[in-house]
């Protein structure tokens, strides 16, 4: 379900049930584009300039998006240039860690002392029909561990269209519990993009999928056994979003593992969980 921010207070207690209910919820103009969003844009945008005069790289255009794909076109190094850079903009940390949005992850997980996840924060960059970097189903969990309990805030900095290929999510799927997954064999460095939730195909057909179409200011937080995948980009413009996860030191399974982190820490799931995974 989408709530408006207006009166956001008012919605508070909606917008905790709606996640219970269905492991996620939409909220339409949580922050400020002027005030909250632009700043980071007009960051990218300096940094995307600054890649492009030290390569000798010419941009035409104001344009972040069509500055980054004149990057791209020349050499797919650069974006990840960009990638790396962008996630360390002080003006996205401060906004993910500000004190509106943690009373708004209090609210959501129904505990003090939150934390964000070690390795969990950055930005998200989909290229139009680009596949390799695409999170296939998967719930947060195995990747970061923490606690069970978790969030993800989802937020875009540009327009979402149906054909950039919005984030994928199979509504009331965090009632299921942590599902059992296995690694397959790949050469992508980052092992948590390797891993396959077993029986896939039943976990699909028993829930709806849905994929929320979303503008700069919105905030989508989706619970850590909620699974969901990467969509497919088939537009001329890259999808860009800031994705952060987040936990509490209060929640009981969390303090039972240490609050230990996942792949993304140099930790492996299965050393936490060993019988929920398997290896083929």
């Known amino acids: 379900m989408a709530i408006k ?3 956001f207070i008012k919605y508070f207690s909606h917008i905790e ?32 300039k600054i890649i492009a005069q030290k390569e000798g790289v010419l941009l035409n255009s104001d344009d972040f998006k069509e500055n980054y794909m004149a990057l ?37 997980l129904s505990y003090d002392n939150i934390a964000i996840a ?3 924060l950055g930005m998200r960059i989909n290229n139009p029909n680009e596949t390799d970097y695409l999170a296939p189903w ?37 009632l299921d519990g942590i599902n059992p997954v296995f690694v397959s064999k790949g050469s992508n460095a980052n092992k948590a993009y390797l891993l396959n939730l077993r029986n896939e195909d039943k976990i699909i057909a028993k829930h709806k999928k ?10 989508l937080l989706m619970d850590f056994l909620t699974v969901h995948r990467s969509g497919k980009n088939f537009s001329n413009h890259p999808l860009w979003s800031m994705q952060v996860r987040y936990f509490s030191f209060d ?7 240490n609050w230990t982190g996942s792949y993304n820490s140099g930790h492996d799931f299965s050393s936490v969980y060993p019988h929920f995974i398997e290896e083929v």
């Open 5 to 7: 921010n207006k009166n």
């Open 118 to 120: 070690y390795g969990g």
């Open 251 to 257: 929640e009981a399974e969390g303090k039972k593992i």
């Open 138 to 174: 998967h719930q947060e969990y195995p990747a970061q561990l923490r606690s069970p309990k978790g969030v993800v805030l989802w937020s875009p900095l540009v327009n979402v269209s149906e054909k950039m290929g919005p984030v994928e999510i199979l509504e009331r799927s965090h």
């Open 210 to 219: 849905v994929a929320p179409i979303t503008e700069p200011g919105d905030v």
């Open 17 to 48: 049930r709606d996640y219970q209910i269905n492991g996620y919820v939409l909220i339409k103009g949580f922050f400020d584009f002027n005030a909250e969003i632009f700043p980071i844009i007009k960051r990218i945008e300096g940094i995307i």
């Open 72 to 108: 791209l076109r020349i050499n797919r190094k650069y974006g990840s240039i960009v990638y790396d850079a962008v996630k360390q903009l002080p003006e996205f940390i401060s906004l993910v860690s500000s004190s509106k949005t943690i009373n708004l992850i209090k609210t959501i």
